[in-house]
């Protein structure tokens, strides 16, 4: 891992995060309302407001300029981390953002470690196990999670847990008995994922030639598979790392809503509804510069946990290492880009075929 | 021309040659753990020759459920009177919060309207919306994959970098956004879904364009003397068609997923138009009361999803046969 090769890769992530900021910027900023008139809570009314009044939040906010102006404005803005000021309540988006983040972290930290856990147990489970009807029935929940809507779940979670048997409180985030639910709502839809993804590696590398020679060698299939499977079933799967971060993220629009809960996700939902601009550009921004900070976390990650790539390393360097690996187990027959049109058929919509799309990803940016 | 179609053929032969090599070679290991994976890639085209034998019986029972389910909620978008003859906004307030009984199978609502009735009258709305985003999500998403795939260079590396845009924020927050630029209703929900459903078909179609572009029959199509997009449409359209299609069902599952949960959050049809996931919302002040308020209208929703998945897995390992 050179130092070159770090600098492009912080340099593409950057090329994304500008990319998103333009796109954001040219969808939001043609809108047909006025800002101003919403900022000053009139109801879309200028009559009742002082022009002049209007005229210097204007200027204040450059939208008196043309719109090449205004964005020059806004990407310098950026520059010095600064999203601009909320419209709705004229604080800073970046202090908006930050003031929301602790109780979602906390949320979507408890969620993934459960979902861990879960997916874990099932896809080691399903790969275990002799029995047919109890691998069959495994491999087929994270079908099910993923098509469960997160909304519905969280409802039939407050229904039975806290007013058929009150277990736990329904809103608030006061008592740490409040994040229980939201997060075991927010964990079945990611458990899902990861179950999904790590089932299929598994069963990849259960079918490698070391896992022959382990077995005729007398290791038992418990241990096989922690010590020897797993490792390397663990690695494709890291690709998914972005994936899940993004989906906790807009879970949490969801889930924070459901739970009467405050955080980012409510923080979304206030602003789309207020069609508050900033502060819609400013929480999508933070969610590419999450998935695009966790997918460099990945691929500087990826090398070191992969021995297999430190010579494909030096020659192209990247997450290669998940298609590899998923090649190798297909066989020679299939060509990488089947397991591209292969979308992932019982998982998630967008969650499966993003996987293997941000395998690609990688793949294109560290050849280019 | 025909040679390329000739050329064309014979390539699909060949895939299958080694599909079938492939799993030779894996049953060959002793370990045949593979073929019960449901939706692997590993498994997909396992043992070719015992399931070609059983092509025509492998739609099991879960398979004609599914077609099933799906079948009532094409009833219920386009001729819901043929499944409910109460009417979804009236109510009775003599009836409110009955639970489900054989008059009111879904029970009624706290104005005491028939719950079955709004859930049928609710699928046009959903399922219009979800059908129409996956048109724009594939139109959209095809388009920039053939042309992506097909002509490399600086066009490629522009709309990649547009769609590792749209695929860096999570699809939830891209409609967010896309909704706050057009505002709420229904066809923005739609419009708001279908975007951020343009990148999976976008990079799939664009594998297939690479995967197909190099081959002899587009090759021999060319020197022919064809024109860029007849060979598009004629010789590597016709490539991309089955897993396509396979998205197609799996992208409208999660568009349904989308838009109730848009709707859900109030960015749909205002109440009292019925919508599933305003149904479902509409239930949350009375999750004590009346548990079927929320129960049904969300498995409903679940069973459509379900479903469509499903028929996205058969039709993936449909491909696999072609």
Same mark, same amino acid.
Request: charge should be neutral; charged fraction near 15%.
């Given at each position: 891992?050179?130092?070159?090769?770090?600098?492009?890769?912080?340099?593409?992530?950057?090329?994304?995060?500008?990319?998103?900021?333009?796109?954001?910027?040219?969808?939001?900023?043609?809108?047909?309302?006025?800002?101003?008139?919403?900022?000053?809570?009139?109801?879309?009314? /200028?009559?009742?407001?002082?022009?002049?009044?209007?005229?210097?939040?204007? *200027?204040?906010?450059?939208? +008196?300029?043309?719109?090449?102006?205004?964005?020059?404005? =806004?990407?310098?803005?950026?520059?010095?981390? +600064?999203?601009?000021?909320?419209?709705?309540?004229?604080?800073?988006?970046?202090?908006?953002?930050?003031?929301?983040?602790?109780?979602?972290?906390?949320?979507?930290?408890?969620?993934?470690?459960?979902?861990?856990? =879960?997916?874990?147990?099932?896809?080691?489970?399903?790969?275990?196990?002799?029995?047919?009807?109890?691998?069959?029935?495994?491999?087929?929940?994270?079908?099910?999670?993923?098509?469960?809507?997160?909304?519905?779940?969280?409802?039939?979670?407050?229904?039975?847990?806290?007013?058929?048997?009150?277990?736990?409180? *329904?809103?608030?985030?006061?008592?740490?008995?409040?994040?229980?639910?939201?997060?075991?709502?927010? *964990?079945?839809?990611?458990?899902?994922?990861?179950?999904?993804?790590?089932?299929?590696?598994?069963?990849?590398?259960?079918?490698?030639?070391?896992?022959?020679?382990?077995? =005729?060698?007398?290791?038992?299939?418990?241990?096989?598979?922690?010590?020897?499977?797993?490792?390397? =079933?663990?690695?494709?799967?890291?690709?998914?790392?972005?994936?899940?971060?993004?989906?906790?993220?807009?879970?949490?629009?969801?889930?924070?809503?459901?739970?009467?809960?405050?955080?980012?996700?409510? /923080?979304?939902?206030?602003?789309?509804?207020?069609?508050?601009?900033?502060?819609?550009?400013?929480?999508?921004?933070?969610?590419?510069?999450?998935?695009?900070?966790?997918?460099?976390?990945?691929?500087?990650?990826?090398?070191?946990?992969?021995?297999?790539?430190?010579?494909?390393?030096?020659?192209?360097?990247?997450?290669?290492?998940?298609?590899?690996?998923?090649? +190798?187990?297909?066989?020679?027959?299939?060509?990488?880009?089947?397991?591209?049109?292969?979308?992932?058929?019982?998982?998630?919509?967008?969650?499966?075929?993003?996987?293997? *799309?941000?395998?690609?990803?990688?793949?294109?940016?560290?050849?280019? | 021309? &025909?040679?390329?179609?000739?050329?064309?053929?014979?390539?699909?032969?060949?895939?299958?040659?080694?599909?079938?090599?492939?799993?030779?070679?894996?049953?060959?290991?002793?370990?045949? &753990?593979?073929?019960?994976?449901?939706?692997?890639?590993?498994?997909?085209?396992?043992?070719?020759?015992?399931?070609?034998?059983?092509?025509?019986?492998? @739609? #099991?029972?879960?398979?004609?459920?599914?077609?099933?389910?799906?079948?009532?909620?094409?009833?219920?978008?386009?001729?819901?009177?043929?499944?409910?003859?109460?009417?979804?906004?009236?109510?009775?307030?003599?009836?409110?919060?009955?639970?489900?009984?054989?008059?009111?199978?879904?029970?009624?609502?706290?104005?005491?309207?028939?719950?079955?009735?709004?859930?049928?009258?609710?699928?046009?709305?959903?399922?219009?919306?979800?059908?129409?985003?996956?048109?724009?999500?594939?139109? &959209?998403?095809?388009?920039?994959?053939?042309?992506?795939?097909?002509?490399?260079?600086?066009?490629?590396?522009?709309?990649?970098?547009?769609?590792?845009?749209?695929?860096?924020?999570?699809?939830?927050?891209?409609?967010?956004?896309?909704?706050?630029? @057009? #505002?709420?209703?229904?066809?923005?929900?739609?419009?708001?879904?279908?975007?951020?459903?343009?990148?999976?078909?976008?990079?799939?179609?664009?594998?297939?364009?690479?995967?197909?572009?190099?081959?002899?029959?587009?090759?021999?199509?060319?020197?022919?003397?064809?024109?860029?997009?007849?060979?598009?449409?004629?010789?590597?359209?016709?490539?991309?068609?089955?897993?396509?299609?396979?998205?197609?069902?799996?992208?409208?599952?999660?568009?349904?997923?989308?838009?109730?949960?848009?709707?859900? @959050?109030?960015?749909?049809?205002?109440?009292?138009?019925?919508?599933?996931?305003?149904?479902?919302?509409?239930?949350?002040?009375?999750?004590?009361?009346?548990?079927?308020?929320?129960?049904?209208?969300?498995?409903?929703?679940?069973?459509?999803?379900?479903?469509?998945?499903?028929?996205?897995?058969?039709?993936? &390992?449909?491909?696999?046969?072609?």
């Amino acid at each position: 891992m050179s130092l070159r090769y770090l600098v492009s890769r912080l340099g593409q992530g950057l090329i994304v995060l500008w990319i998103a900021f333009t796109l954001s910027f040219v969808l939001l900023y043609w809108l047909p309302g006025d800002p101003v008139v919403t900022m000053l809570g009139a109801g879309g009314e /200028l009559q009742n407001i002082d022009p002049a009044e209007v005229d210097r939040l204007r *200027a204040e906010f450059h939208l +008196d300029q043309p719109l090449a102006v205004q964005y020059l404005y =806004a990407l310098f803005g950026l520059l010095r981390l +600064d999203f601009g000021t909320s419209i709705q309540t004229g604080t800073p988006v970046t202090e908006a953002i930050a003031a929301s983040l602790p109780s979602t972290i906390a949320l979507a930290a408890l969620a993934l470690a459960i979902a861990l856990v =879960a997916g874990v147990v099932i896809a080691v489970t399903a790969t275990l196990t002799r029995r047919s009807w109890l691998r069959d029935t495994l491999a087929a929940l994270p079908g099910l999670g993923v098509a469960l809507p997160t909304f519905w779940v969280g409802l039939m979670l407050l229904q039975v847990f806290s007013f058929r048997f009150p277990l736990f409180p *329904a809103v608030g985030t006061g008592t740490p008995a409040a994040i229980v639910l939201p997060a075991v709502t927010l *964990a079945i839809s990611l458990s899902a994922i990861i179950a999904q993804v790590l089932f299929r590696s598994l069963q990849n590398a259960w079918v490698q030639p070391f896992v022959t020679t382990y077995t =005729a060698s007398g290791y038992s299939r418990l241990r096989l598979l922690l010590r020897q499977a797993l490792p390397v =079933a663990v690695l494709p799967a890291l690709t998914m790392s972005g994936v899940l971060f993004g989906q906790a993220l807009a879970g949490s629009v969801v889930v924070e809503n459901v739970f009467s809960r405050q955080g980012l996700g409510r /923080l979304a939902q206030t602003a789309v509804t207020s069609q508050d601009i900033p502060l819609v550009q400013g929480i999508v921004l933070f969610a590419a510069a999450v998935f695009v900070l966790v997918n460099l976390a990945t691929d500087l990650i990826y090398p070191i946990l992969d021995p297999r790539l430190g010579a494909a390393n030096r020659r192209s360097a990247g997450t290669d290492g998940a298609n590899l690996a998923e090649a +190798d187990a297909q066989g020679e027959g299939s060509i990488p880009a089947e397991a591209d049109a292969t979308p992932g058929s019982d998982a998630t919509g967008s969650g499966s075929t993003e996987s293997s *799309a941000t395998g690609r990803t990688d793949l294109e940016g560290s050849r280019a | 021309m &025909s040679l390329a179609f000739e050329l064309q053929k014979n390539s699909h032969a060949q895939a299958e040659l080694t599909a079938a090599s492939a799993d030779e070679h894996l049953d060959g290991s002793g370990i045949t &753990s593979t073929d019960a994976t449901p939706g692997t890639p590993g498994a997909a085209p396992s043992n070719p020759r015992v399931r070609r034998g059983l092509r025509i019986g492998r @739609l #099991g029972i879960v398979e004609i459920i599914a077609l099933i389910v799906l079948g009532l909620a094409v009833l219920a978008a386009f001729w819901p009177s043929l499944l409910t003859g109460v009417d979804p906004l009236t109510g009775d307030p003599a009836n409110r919060l009955l639970p489900p009984s054989l008059e009111h199978i879904f029970g009624t609502d706290h104005l005491g309207r028939d719950l079955y009735a709004r859930t049928v009258h609710g699928s046009a709305q959903t399922l219009s919306a979800s059908l129409a985003a996956v048109l724009i999500g594939v139109v &959209s998403g095809v388009l920039v994959g053939l042309i992506s795939g097909f002509f490399t260079g600086v066009v490629d590396a522009i709309f990649m970098r547009i769609i590792d845009v749209l695929q860096a924020v999570p699809g939830l927050l891209l409609s967010m956004a896309v909704i706050t630029a @057009l #505002g709420f209703g229904t066809l923005n929900v739609a419009l708001a879904v279908g975007v951020a459903a343009i990148p999976s078909f976008a990079r799939l179609t664009r594998a297939e364009v690479i995967r197909w572009r190099a081959s002899e029959f587009v090759r021999a199509a060319r020197a022919d003397g064809l024109s860029t997009p007849s060979v598009l449409a004629r010789h590597i359209l016709p490539q991309v068609r089955g897993s396509i299609g396979a998205l197609v069902a799996l992208e409208f599952g999660s568009a349904v997923l989308s838009v109730s949960a848009l709707s859900f @959050l109030g960015f749909g049809a205002p109440p009292p138009q019925p919508e599933w996931g305003l149904l479902v919302s509409e239930g949350r002040d009375f999750l004590a009361a009346a548990w079927w308020m929320t129960t049904f209208p969300g498995l409903v929703v679940a069973a459509v999803v379900l479903a469509a998945n499903r028929l996205a897995h058969v039709l993936n &390992s449909e491909k696999e046969f072609r």
